[in-house]
C-alpha cells in the first residue's frame, strides 16, 4: 500500500509501498500528483526494475514531454536527458537552480533516476522557494511584486555545448522576462523565482541595485530550514516540482561514475 512519509516539515516526502515498474494504479497516480504539490519534492526509493520506457510513460501522465536543445540524450530516447560525470568530466550542476527557466515556458517539473551513483557523495539538495518566499520581510516582499528578471541560457550553455553553439542557441533561444516572484498556477503560492544559473539581471534597476537584490535572493535558497537532502541509492527516483523549487547538485565525488537519467515535464509561462 502506497505510503507518503514526509522528510522535512518543509519540503520532500518519501514514497513508499510502490513499485513503479509494476504500473501505477489511477488512485496511485492521484495520491502522488496531490503529494507532489503538497511536498513539492518527492522521493521513490528502491525502483531499480524500472525501465527507461517506463519512466517515460509514467513521466507522459504528468503531461507534455520537453525536449533539451543542447544537453545530451539518451539514444533512441529523445526524452531522456542523460547526466554523466566521470574521472573525464566532473559534475556542473552544483549551483542553487530552477531547470530552463531561459524558456519561455519553462519546466513543471522533471523526475530523475539513479542509474549509476559513487560510493559516496553526490548528494541532491532541494529548498522550498515558497518558504524561502515567506521567510522575507513584507516590506521587502512588496518591493519585489511586480519587478521582473532576465534569464538567459548562455553560459551554462556555453559550459555543455561550447561557446559556438551557445551562439546559436542564444539566438534561437533569446533571454526572457519571468516576474521575480512567481505565483504556482495549481496551488496559488508565490515563490521566488530567480536562480544563480540563469538569471542575468531585474529588469529597470541599476546594475549595482540588480546585483545586491539579486544576491540576497539566491541567500535564500541556501537556509537550511528550506532545504532537504537526498542521498541516491541505486534505483532511487526523485520528482521535483520546477515551479516552486530550486535544487543542487553536490559534486564532490570526483573521480567517480555518476549516470542518472532525467525525464521533464512541460510547463506554462510563469506569471
Excluded at 118 to 134: N, Q, S
Amino acid at each position: 500500500m502506497l505510503e507518503i512519509l514526509p522528510v522535512t516539515p518543509t519540503i520532500g516526502a518519501e514514497i513508499v509501498g510502490i513499485d513503479l515498474a509494476d504500473g501505477c494504479s489511477d488512485a496511485d497516480f492521484a495520491a502522488i500528483e496531490d503529494a507532489w504539490l503538497r511536498h513539492k519534492v518527492l522521493f521513490f526509493p528502491d525502483q531499480r526494475r524500472m525501465t527507461t520506457e517506463q519512466h517515460v510513460a509514467l513521466c507522459r501522465r504528468f503531461g507534455e514531454l520537453e525536449l533539451h536543445p543542447f544537453a545530451p540524450s539518451k539514444p533512441g530516447h529523445p526524452e531522456v536527458m542523460t547526466v554523466i560525470a566521470n574521472p573525464y568530466r566532473r559534475g556542473n550542476e552544483n549551483t542553487w537552480h530552477s531547470d530552463v527557466t531561459w524558456r519561455e515556458e519553462p519546466s513543471r517539473g522533471s523526475m530523475l533516476r539513479a542509474i549509476q551513483i559513487p560510493p559516496v557523495g553526490g548528494d541532491t539538495l532541494f529548498a522550498d522557494m515558497e518558504a524561502a518566499y515567506d521567510g522575507l520581510d513584507a516590506a521587502l516582499q512588496e518591493r519585489l511584486a511586480g519587478l521582473r528578471a532576465v534569464h538567459d541560457l548562455t553560459k551554462v550553455a556555453a559550459t555543455i555545448a561550447g561557446a559556438d553553439a551557445a551562439k546559436a542557441l542564444a539566438e534561437k533561444y533569446p533571454p526572457v522576462e519571468h516576474p521575480v516572484i512567481r505565483t504556482h498556477p495549481t496551488t496559488g503560492r508565490r515563490s521566488i523565482y530567480v536562480n544563480a544559473a540563469f538569471t542575468t539581471h531585474v529588469a529597470g534597476l541599476d546594475a549595482d541595485d540588480s546585483t545586491e537584490l539579486l544576491q540576497l535572493l539566491y541567500r535564500q535558497a541556501a537556509i537550511p530550514e528550506y532545504q532537504c537532502r537526498l542521498r541516491w541509492r541505486p534505483g532511487t527516483i526523485a520528482l521535483w516540482d520546477n515551479r516552486c523549487t530550486q535544487h543542487y547538485a553536490a559534486s564532490d565525488y570526483f573521480p567517480a561514475e555518476r549516470v542518472m537519467e532525467r525525464v521533464t515535464i512541460v510547463g506554462d509561462r510563469p506569471h
